[in-house]
């Protein structure tokens, strides 16, 4: 086994983690809508943009990863879904 791939589960527990880290700035930012109006509403808006388009490039990153794996059990499909749902 070489060192990439004895490190790929590795990679894949940080690229987990970083999207449950995203998916709760999102939903601090939510919170923090209700409270605010004008330039700041439009800013946070912003920033919950920039923060989904950052965990769909992990959550494609996971993806992919999980693919080169061979895992094709629809469980990984379901762990991104459940990221993805903090429309």
Same mark, same amino acid.
């Given at each position: ?13 940080? +690229? ?5 880290? $995203?998916?709760?700035? $999102? ?28 965990? +769909? ?28 749902? +903090?429309?």
């Amino acid at each position: 086994m070489s060192q990439a791939q004895a490190s790929h589960p590795q990679v894949m527990d940080a +690229t987990e983690a970083s999207l449950s880290m $995203i998916r709760s700035a $999102i939903e601090d930012r939510k919170v923090l809508l209700k409270e605010k109006r004008g330039k700041e509403f439009d800013e946070i808006c912003a920033e919950i943009q920039q923060l989904k388009w950052q965990q +769909t490039r992990l959550a494609g990153a996971l993806w992919q990863g999980q693919c080169q794996d061979g895992g094709e059990d629809g469980h990984m499909e379901m762990q991104l879904k459940g990221w993805m749902s +903090t429309s």
